[in-house]
């Protein structure tokens, strides 16, 4: 006969294999259907398991992946930030106006993008620690302020120049004349993050405040300055991703990043970070953000047409909100 202190013991060994389950299909369930559509699309298609198609995908989901590390960063916190998008639209139309019509030097303009990006992540941070306003509502306010500043600035049409062509090779540019600068680019970029989330005391700190806010603050830490500075790195990642996108068209539009949101929040979500803060793989969201591109690459590859495309991303977008839900479920 069982005493009243094995029960809860039996209880959790009983719980315990379902609960690893969950948590593998939450966390990891992505990951074996990426395994499963590479190896279908490598057997139904000729062009895709080639070295010049998987560089192909790599150079088309950076963008993605970098403006996603930011997207990471906020999430890790609880928080959200729908103005990333509008962020690298209007930091890229900034950038490519300064070059082609102020003819400000690239490497000027460039960094003048990287700020306007920045004072919009301060902007986002301190409206929402000092005001008290709701993260969804504040960067939801601002994606319509940026979207209406960026078609105010193009006035509805396509900035192009010479000027923008010096900055190509961030897009088109190769080492040893095989890997694409923008593959390195993407790699650094989540090296620093993953030193930066295991390595360092900032890192630590966005962890426990998206863990518990109140403990964090009441243990030393101050916690509005760590939501301010998560959305100035957040903002600042979104400017270099306008920058990349302008350095790829060659021209900067008003609605550049408007299909940029969507796919950035999937990766994250669909990698594992939890909408409830303080649980995520930065990892795991590279990983996501190649799987999307690839989902992308696939369908294209199979003659899919870029209305059901969206039908698919749409869903992918609900999966991840799912496996983010099943995720927490209590077994």
């Not at 009441?218 to 302008?246: E, H, P």
């Not at 990766?267 to 793989?281: D, M, P």
Request: aromatic letters at 8%; hydrophobic letters at 55%; a positive charge.
């Amino acid at each position: 006969m069982a005493t009243p202190d094995q029960t809860p013991l039996l209880s959790g060994q009983q719980q315990g294999t379902p609960r690893r389950i969950i948590n593998f299909i939450g966390e990891q369930g992505f990951i074996v259907i990426f395994i499963l559509w590479a190896l279908y699309l490598s057997v139904s298609t000729n062009n895709f398991a080639t070295a010049q198609n998987v560089f192909t995908i790599l150079r088309q989901a950076t963008i993605i992946g970098i403006v996603a590390i930011g997207a990471h960063f906020i999430i890790l916190l609880g928080d959200i930030d729908l103005s990333l998008a509008s962020n690298l639209t209007l930091s890229g139309v900034v950038m490519a106006s300064l070059m082609v019509n102020q003819e400000l030097p690239p490497l000027l303009a460039v960094l003048c993008a990287l700020g306007l990006g920045a004072l919009i992540g301060l902007v986002n941070g301190m409206v929402i620690t000092r005001l008290k306003i709701n993260a969804i509502i504040t960067t939801l306010g601002m994606l319509s302020i940026l979207e209406g500043i960026a078609f105010i600035i193009t006035q509805g049409k396509t900035i192009f120049g010479d000027a923008i062509e010096v900055i190509k090779f961030l897009s088109r540019g190769t080492l040893l004349d095989a890997i694409p600068l923008p593959v390195i680019v993407l790699f650094v970029f989540y090296a620093a993050a993953f030193v930066v989330l295991g390595r360092t005391t900032y890192g630590a700190r966005v962890f426990a405040v998206g863990n518990n806010s109140k403990a964090a603050w009441l243990s030393g830490i101050n916690v509005d300055r760590i939501k301010v500075l998560t959305y100035v790195l957040a903002g600042t990642l979104a400017a270099f991703g306008g920058v990349m996108q302008v350095a790829r068209q060659g021209t900067a539009t008003g609605g550049m990043g408007s299909d940029f949101l969507f796919p950035v929040l999937t990766a994250v979500v669909l990698g594992g970070a939890s909408l409830t803060g303080g649980r995520g793989k930065i990892v795991n969201t590279l990983i996501a953000a190649v799987f999307l591109t690839t989902i992308t690459n696939g369908m294209v590859l199979l003659g899919i047409s870029i209305y059901t495309q969206r039908v698919v991303s749409g869903a992918i977008l609900i999966i991840a909100l799912s496996l983010d839900r099943l995720r927490t479920v209590r077994v």
